[in-house]
């Protein structure tokens, strides 16, 4: 059973900057990707970005390209979101996820997916706020 914690959230005004984190346990074995995402209110849970466990080609939805960054600290199973130019759009509660594939993810995937609903496991969130 795979868990995660997310961390990092907070209040921030336009254009400043935030990191997340995702502290990561229950793995068996590497074929995982993991992926954040974010749900304001009254909206559908939406993509942010993904990226394989244990590093490689990264996927970032089309609104946070070029301005937030997906990493990772494989030793330590910390999943991180760098998040730069904050805007009062970004404003949602974020959730760090897990894919369970039953082969190697880079196989399956050629990037791994930003759809939510293939994704098992699931933090709780870390509310971010972005005032103008």
């Known amino acids: 059973q795979v868990v995660l914690v997310e961390s990092g959230g907070g209040s921030v005004q336009a254009g400043g900057s935030l990191r997340l984190s995702c502290a990561t346990s229950?793995?068996?074995?590497?074929?995982?990707?993991m992926g954040w995402f974010r749900q304001a209110p009254g909206k559908e849970r939406e993509s942010v970005a993904a990226?394989?466990?244990?590093?490689?080609?990264?996927n970032y939805a089309d609104s946070v390209k070029d301005r937030f960054t997906i990493s990772q600290d494989y030793a330590e199973k910390l999943i991180y979101l760098q998040m730069n130019s904050l805007k009062p759009e970004d404003t949602a509660m974020y959730y760090c996820?897990?894919?369970?594939?039953?082969?190697?993810?880079?196989?399956?995937?050629?990037?791994?997916?930003?759809?939510?609903?293939?994704?098992?496991?699931w933090g709780q969130g870390t509310q971010v706020t972005v005032s103008s």
């Open positions: 996820a897990a894919l369970q594939t039953t082969q190697s993810p880079l196989v399956t995937y050629p990037r791994c997916p930003l759809d939510p609903n293939g994704y098992n496991y």
């Open positions: 229950g793995y068996t074995g590497n074929n995982y990707c």
């Open positions: 990226t394989y466990r244990g590093g490689g080609r990264t």
